[in-house]
């Protein structure tokens, strides 16, 4: 039996409720891929993790696909789109979405994986399924390119996913406290707001 070809979209960045332009990048990457029509499903990663944003970037990136379907004939038909719209980091992404794939009847040894980010990032992702499910990750490159800091940072990330690869230990739940909390004060204040 051939073993489902999973293209994984990752969200980098969002401005409010619209999508940044390093989310594009990775979305038109993705979209590239699709079109070659060796994929047999489309896995959209990203929750509410920026302040300003109420809506989760991965259904921002699904509205994006369908209506990019619905303008190209020559699309790949009948595509197979999976959402995951609950995470707020990169190693939440990978955990939620191999639940969204597990839900769907396989594991993440059974799929093919190829994944759509910044080149950095697509390294860090490879690492972290690599440390997680001992599983082969393909990578393809956004386009997008880092500043020195962002470089540092992206770098870090990839030790810490080797070291702490689910995501317990105290500088991941800081993180995650973080974006939580920056986002929850975003929209008390859009809620103040508007009354």
Not at 6 to 19: A, E, H, T
Not at 59 to 86: C, R
Request: net charge neutral; with cysteine; aromatic share 12%.
């Amino acid at each position: 039996m051939r073993k489902p070809k999973i293209l994984w979209i990752f969200s980098l960045s969002v401005q409010g409720n619209k999508l940044a332009e390093d989310t594009l990048l990775n979305l038109e990457a993705g979209w590239k891929l699709w079109q070659t029509g060796l994929y047999d499903y489309v896995l959209l990663v990203g929750g509410v993790f920026d302040a300003g944003q109420t809506i989760p970037v991965a259904w921002l990136m699904w509205e994006w696909w369908n209506l990019k379907l619905s303008a190209d004939e020559m699309a790949n038909p009948d595509p197979q789109i999976l959402v995951e719209a609950e995470s707020v980091t990169t190693t939440q992404n990978v955990l939620l979405g191999e639940k969204i794939l597990t839900e769907q009847g396989w594991s993440m040894k059974q799929c093919q994986h190829t994944v759509v980010s910044e080149w950095w990032h697509t390294i860090g992702i490879a690492v972290l399924i690599w440390r997680l499910y001992f599983v082969f990750t393909y990578r393809q490159q956004s386009g997008q390119h880092l500043d020195r800091d962002g470089l540092q940072g992206r770098l870090k990330r990839i030790i810490y996913y080797l070291w702490d690869p689910y995501g317990t230990g105290k500088l991941a739940q800081r993180e995650v406290a973080h974006r939580q909390a920056m986002t929850a004060l975003a929209l008390q204040k859009r809620l103040t707001d508007s009354s």
